[in-house]
């Protein structure tokens, strides 16, 4: 394993998800996610960590539609949404010492930091 | 939030029920992946 996998295994890492309390582990497990898996469903964490809807046409752009046709050639198989599918996403490294070290807040959804993007951050 | 501020803690439930708070975590970093889609 390279060291910037080696880096993930080092930090905790949890996703927070808008879905129910109740639909976490089925969503865990269509996912396929070995991470703890967190509701908020009010999206109350997403606000304080300035995490906002995009637009249409942000949302659902050609990067989108190629990340979700990868997917669908990869055997994933998508489910119709039943959430808001313009809330944004984001990505974020909180150091030891409790402050934030790294704030990612893509404009769409196909617009992720690379694993060597956070590895950066990491011990 | 900006980089370099401290962050507020928080609690969330998790898929087992279970209660995640950001301040147990201390011991090592954090990395917090907020999902997008739900597809």
Redesign the interface.
Known sequence: MSDRFGKLDSVHIAVVTFAQAGELAAHRAHLGLEFPMLADPERRIYQRFGLGQGSIREVWNPGTLRLYARLLIRGRRLRRPRHNTRQLGGDFVIDTDGRLLAAFRPRSPDDRPSIDDLAAYLN | ??????????T??????GQ?R??D???????????????
């Open positions: 939030m900006d980089v370099g501020q401290a962050v507020d803690d928080f969330l439930p998790d898929q087992d029920n995640w950001l301040s975590h201390r011991d090592r970093q954090v990395l917090l992946i907020f999902h997008r889609h739900l597809m």
